[in-house]
């Protein structure tokens, strides 16, 4: 069993940045690779990124390719997400996944956790 807390949401102006976290509890982190999400209302939950279990591998949807940055500290059992050059279109709530197999998925049924999820908000 794997409980995920989210963090580090909140209102932010076109252009900014915040960084997420995902922590996690029990002593088996390191063997799931991550994987975040974004559900904004009335849609569906949406891909964002992926983090296999030793960090060395990261898979970004392209919506987010080269502004979002995903990373992990099995030390700390917790998977962050950075935000830069955040767009109003960014704004949904976000959720952190333990997910199934090595590498992750862009599929949310192939994550057996989630988190509560965080709201992130960015203004025009």
């Known amino acids: 069993q794997v409980q995920l807390v989210e963090s580090g949401g909140g209102l932010v102006q076109a252009g900014g940045s915040l960084r997420l976290s995902c922590t996690a509890s029990?002593?088996?982190?390191?063997?799931?690779?991550m994987g975040w999400f974004r559900q904004a209302p009335g849609k569906e939950r949406d891909f964002v990124g992926t983090?296999?279990?030793?960090?060395?591998?990261?898979r970004y949807a392209d919506s987010v390719k080269g502004r979002f940055t995903i990373s992990r500290d099995n030390a700390k059992n917790t998977v962050y997400l950075q935000m830069d050059s955040l767009k109003p279109e960014d704004t949904a709530v976000y959720y952190c996944?333990?997910?199934?197999?090595?590498?992750?998925?862009?599929?949310?049924?192939?994550?057996?956790?989630w988190g509560q999820g965080t709201q992130v908000t960015v203004s025009s």
């Open positions: 029990g002593r088996t982190f390191s063997s799931y690779p």
């Open positions: 983090i296999n279990w030793s960090g060395g591998r990261t």
């Open positions: 996944g333990a997910g199934r197999g090595p590498y992750g998925s862009d599929r949310a049924y192939e994550y057996d956790y």
